[in-house]
C-alpha cells in the first residue's frame, strides 16, 4: 500500500538555525512527492515537489531530494525564519489521490 | 483567478442532523477530491471525481457520506445523521488532471463540529 511517515514534532528552532524535517514513504509505481504548507489559520500550500526519482524541489529557500533508494524526501533549509512557522505535511501523489503524513510542527523563536 | 472555495467555513450541527458542505473547484479543473483532516493529523482522502464521475470512493467512511458533483463543476458532501466522530475540518481539492505530477490546490476547508 502507500503511506508516509514524516518526523513528529513539534520543533522548537531560534531563528537562523538548519531545520530538516525527515520523511520517508511507502508506495507502489512510481509517485510524485510534495511538501504542503499550512500557516496559522490558512489552508494547505503547495511548498515543493519532485516527480521523478533524484529530482530535487525548492522554494523560499527549502528544498528536498527524491531519494528513491532511501524512499525518502526530507525537507531542508539552511536558516529559518519566524515566519516559517507552520505545520509542514508531506505527501505522495499516485495520480488519484495524495497520502499526507500526520505534520510536523514548526515553531521558530527570535 | 479565484482559488478553491468551500462553504460553509464552519458548522456546528447538533448529532443527528443532516449537512451539505460546498465545494468551488477552480474553473477548469478536471479532477476534485475531498479529504477529512482531523485535529493534529494529516488530511484523509475521502473521494475522488474526474469532471462528473466519481472514480474513487474508498475513503467514505460509512454509507452515512455522499458526495457529489452532477455538472463537473461544484461538488457538495453530504453527511447524514451526523456523529461527534465526523468532527473534523473537510478539505477539497482540485487539480488540472488527474496526472501524479498534477498538485492539488486546496481550499481553506470546513470546521464541522457536531455537538
Known amino acids: 500500500g502507500n503511506s508516509v511517515t514524516q518526523m513528529e514534532g513539534p520543533v522548537t528552532l531560534s531563528e537562523e538555525a538548519f531545520l530538516t524535517i525527515n520523511c520517508t514513504y511507502t508506495?507502489?509505481?512510481?509517485?510524485?512527492l510534495f511538501w504542503y504548507v499550512q500557516y496559522p489559520g490558512e489552508g494547505l500550500q503547495l511548498l515543493l515537489k519532485a516527480t521523478k526519482a533524484d529530482d530535487k524541489g525548492s522554494n523560499k529557500g527549502f528544498e528536498a531530494t527524491y531519494r528513491k533508494e532511501t524512499t525518502s524526501f526530507h525537507l531542508e533549509k539552511g536558516s529559518v525564519q519566524v515566519s516559517d512557522s507552520a505545520v509542514y505535511f508531506c505527501?505522495?501523489?499516485?495520480?488519484?489521490?495524495?497520502?499526507f503524513g500526520t505534520g510536523t510542527s514548526l515553531t521558530v523563536i527570535p | 483567478g479565484a482559488g478553491v472555495s468551500q462553504s460553509p467555513r464552519y458548522k456546528v450541527a447538533k448529532r443527528g442532523q443532516d449537512v451539505a458542505l460546498r465545494c468551488d473547484p477552480i474553473s477548469g479543473h478536471v479532477s476534485l477530491f475531498w479529504y477529512q483532516q482531523a485535529l493534529g493529523q494529516g488530511p484523509e482522502f475521502l473521494t475522488y471525481?474526474?469532471?462528473?464521475?466519481?472514480?474513487?470512493k474508498s475513503g467514505l467512511p460509512s454509507d452515512r457520506f455522499f458526495a457529489e458533483r452532477p455538472e463537473g463543476s461544484v461538488s457538495t458532501l453530504k453527511i447524514q445523521r451526523t456523529q461527534q466522530e465526523d468532527s473534523a475540518v473537510y478539505l477539497c481539492a482540485s487539480s488540472k488532471t488527474d496526472s501524479h505530477y498534477n498538485e492539488q490546490f486546496f481550499g481553506p476547508g470546513t470546521r464541522l463540529t457536531v455537538l
Open positions: 505527501a505522495l501523489n499516485t495520480g488519484n489521490q495524495f497520502y
Open positions: 508506495a507502489t509505481g512510481y509517485p510524485s
Open positions: 471525481f474526474q469532471n462528473e464521475a466519481q472514480l474513487d
